[in-house]
């Protein structure tokens, strides 16, 4: 049933998005040097590597390690960066990952490839097991904020709790985060 909800909510929020998202991959082309879509290589279910797609906020060659790794993350941003990472306008081509089934609109956030004391704990709860998401119980609860521990807790709990409900329930708070640029730190 959530693989059938995914596809039908992706192809309805493509229909719905499609000029958004042209204009956005607009802004970026006419804003920096380099793609409109960067293609990051990200952990989904059972530890497989996949290409997951999204919207260039970051110069070209910067260094492919998570935005709080980095010694002064603004220095990367390109010039509509900040702008598309609070509004997680950043996110829209996921729904190519959703519809490809790689990833699901509720679950984990997918870890970078080299994030591997993210991947070891998320493998040692089991959460692997299950599509990494567009939104998740951990980004409802903290985003950016949160240190990985307790991300890994929270993907443990949405693990035992799982259920349409909760996914819709996730999604509505996803929507007000995002409406409120909370949790955002880049």
């Not at 110069?59 to 960066?81: F, K, S």
């Not at 996110?91 to 699901?104: A, F, H, N, V």
């Amino acid at each position: 049933m959530k693989k059938i909800f995914d596809f039908v909510l992706a192809v309805l929020a493509l229909l719905v998005l499609i000029v958004p998202i042209a204009l956005v991959a607009l802004a970026v082309k006419l804003t920096s040097k380099g793609s409109a879509v960067y293609w990051s290589d990200r952990v989904g279910r059972h530890n497989a590597v996949f290409k997951m797609p999204k919207f260039r906020t970051m110069r070209v060659n910067t260094p492919a390690v998570a935005t709080h790794l980095l010694d002064n993350p603004a220095q990367y941003l390109t010039p509509i960066g900040s702008f598309l990472r609070k509004s997680s306008l950043d996110e829209l081509p996921q729904l190519w990952s959703i519809l490809t089934g790689k990833m699901s609109f509720v679950g984990p956030r997918p870890a970078l490839y080299n994030q591997s004391d993210l991947i070891a704990l998320r493998t040692e709860h089991g959460v692997d097991k299950i599509l990494p998401g567009l939104t998740g119980w951990a980004q409802v609860n903290g985003r950016d904020e949160l240190p990985i521990p307790d991300k890994v807790a929270l993907d443990v709990v949405y693990l035992n709790r799982r259920s349409f409900w909760l996914d819709c329930k996730i999604l509505v708070l996803t929507f007000l985060k995002v409406v409120r640029r909370d949790g955002v730190t880049h």
